[in-house]
């Protein structure tokens, strides 16, 4: 290694270190240096100037006037590239390995290859199927409350609601809910009140539980409730801690808000300083930048040239940084981006690298398309370990039904952390017909069924995302919360029949179906 060689891994591994919480594990293993050697010589982006791509008209929603962001705005016909690009996709050709027990995480952040014991537990109190639990543990990055709200047509949602949808999400064992952006409120009205809704949150540090780990899940086998109302007594918690790899940290509750310049940046400590002075707490440790790995993509949302953008970020994150909060780095289109076609992984890995060479402490990769495969994903993945950095974090889109099949092809490879949103809520409003981002509820679900653990209550997640689809009068994206939601009504039914609450034949109070249930019956075998 020559002397620049060892300064980089230096720096990616102070990096690493100094923005992980103590004790942290394999949650902030994105950003760590693995093997390979490190190509340090950043390809520079082409300078583009801002040309003016997008065309920003002020449309009439529900009776409301409003102008929308160009994040949002379509490209006209004529702007958008004439190559077959738009549709080429990656074929996937590749035979994946199904996800391995054998990596597990010890609590500094390195594998074991030991396996734990199988312990047999419930996914859902629901299904009557049992999956063998192993112990890893992945880190679940709710979005629904900023990216899967930011897009919504119609008034904005209310703040009381997207409180109680952030309360309810704790409830479900959730820490890490990223809740609003610090972005222009005339160009994403459904942010516009992030600095009304930060103060209205539980505290950070109030929904820790004892011995720092998360609410069981209750696919864990059932224990009688404690003294204090927690699920488990202190025993059944050492069996847990015994069987099951999962960091202390993993209880810290996390607000992720996204910052897009330093006027984001500004506006969110005027808050704070407000809030202290009244003699509030810390609102979030954690601020998220976004980048597009694509020139087309940046203009779109960012409203100005990819080289632009870079070059205003570090003062941002030099700045949260010096005010404690954790940076996590957003790249949009690492498969395909919705104007230029396929993405280069190569340009991927250059914009991930200069994000964790100014401080992010981690990169979460964005299937913003929602094209990707798991041969699309392999080889952003390669890549990454070709360039010495494990990028373990992936945000995938559903649109085209294959977010399930690309997260599991990458568990083996050692992915730790996943953003997706509840109900599936969101949208790429680029793809005629694309769906929202890969529902929560199917995540944990799989990731259960495979033994993984997640620290997350299915159950209370399902309830809270059939919850959040009838409250906004939008259908339930997410099969296995549909399904599951089922399967509790008609018990219900059975057992209020059965106690005698019910008359047999007749229906729970008229109609056990709700909007987010529409159509299902038939699909639920119900
Ligand atoms: C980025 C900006 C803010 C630039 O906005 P801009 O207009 O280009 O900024 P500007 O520097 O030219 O300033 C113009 C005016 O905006 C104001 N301004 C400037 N910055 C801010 C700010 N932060 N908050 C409030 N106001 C702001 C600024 O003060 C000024 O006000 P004036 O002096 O004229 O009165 C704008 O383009 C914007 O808000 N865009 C929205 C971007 C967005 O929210 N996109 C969606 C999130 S990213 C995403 O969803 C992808 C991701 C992360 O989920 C990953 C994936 O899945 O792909």
């Known amino acids: 290694m020559d002397e620049e060689e060892v300064n ?13 919480v103590p004790s942290s594990s394999s949650l902030s293993a994105s950003a760590r240096v693995r093997s390979g050697s490190l190509d340090h010589s950043f390809h520079s982006f082409p300078s583009s100037t801002h040309s003016p791509l997008i065309e920003v008209r002020t449309t009439r929603l529900n009776g409301q006037s409003r102008t929308p962001s160009p994040h949002f705005s379509p490209l006209l016909g004529t702007q958008l590239p004439k190559s077959d690009m738009m549709t080429k996709r990656f074929r996937s050709t590749g035979i994946y390995p199904s996800p391995s027990p054998e990596l597990i995480e010890r609590d500094d952040g390195s594998f074991n290859k030991k396996l734990l014991q199988a312990e047999e537990r419930l996914i859902s109190k629901e299904l009557k199927t049992k999956s063998e639990g192993k112990g890893r543990f992945i880190r679940i990055v709710e979005v629904s409350a900023r990216d899967g709200l930011q897009n919504l047509p119609g008034p904005p949602v209310p703040t009381e609601l997207k409180r109680e949808l952030v309360e309810r999400l ?12 610090f972005v222009r409120g005339d160009w994403i009205p459904q942010m516009a009140d992030t600095s009304k809704l930060l103060p209205t949150l539980p505290s950070l540090t109030g929904k820790s539980l004892p ?30 801690i015994d069987n099951t790899i999962i960091p202390s940290s993993a209880d810290q509750v996390h607000f992720p808000v996204l910052v897009p310049n330093m006027k984001g940046l500004e506006n969110l400590i005027k808050l704070q300083e407000q809030h202290t002075a009244n003699g509030g707490g810390k609102l979030t440790d954690e601020v998220a930048v976004f980048v597009s790995a694509t020139e087309a993509f940046s203009q779109a949302n960012n409203h100005a040239p990819l080289s632009k953008i870079l070059s205003s970020l570090p003062p941002v994150i030099d700045k949260a940084r010096s005010l404690g909060y954790r940076v996590r780095g957003y790249v949009s ?13 190569q340009d991927v890995i250059d914009v991930a690298m200069k994000l964790l060479e100014m401080g992010c402490y981690e990169i ?21 370990e070709g360039r010495g950095i494990d990028m373990s974090r992936v945000a995938c889109h559903d649109t085209f039904s294959l977010a399930l099949s690309s997260i599991i092809s990458l568990l083996p490879y050692g992915l730790t952390s996943i953003d997706s949103s509840l109900a599936g809520l969101g949208g790429c409003p680029y793809s005629p017909g694309a769906t929202g981002n890969v529902p929560t509820e199917d995540v944990v679900y799989t990731l259960h069924k495979l ?5 997350i209550n299915l159950d209370k997640l399902v309830e809270t995302g059939n919850w959040l689809s009838s409250s906004l009068k939008l259908r339930n994206e997410s099969r296995v919360g549909r399904a599951i939601w089922a399967r509790r009504k008609s018990r219900e039914l059975k057992e209020n029949q059965s106690n005698g609450l019910i008359p047999k034949g007749e229906h729970q109070g008229g109609s056990n179906k709700d909007i987010s ?3 299902q019956e038939t699909e639920d075998g119900m």
């Open 211 to 240: 011995l720092g780990i998360p609410s069981p899940p209750s696919s864990r086998p059932q224990t009688p409730e404690s003294e204090n109302g927690s699920l488990i007594n202190e025993s059944s918690l050492k069996h847990i």
């Open 170 to 181: 704790l409830d479900a064992g959730v820490r890490n809910i990223e809740v609003g952006s």
């Open 451 to 455: 033994g993984y653990e997640t620290g």
């Open 364 to 384: 979460s990769l964005g299937d913003t398309t929602g094209e990707g495969d798991p041969e699309s994903w392999r080889k952003v993945w390669r890549q990454c």
């Open 8 to 20: 980089m891994r230096g720096r990616l591994s102070q990096i690493t270190k100094t923005s992980f």
């Open 517 to 519: 249930m529409q159509g």
């Open 333 to 345: 289109c690492v498969i395909t981006c919705p104007y230029s076609g396929p993405t280069p992984p």
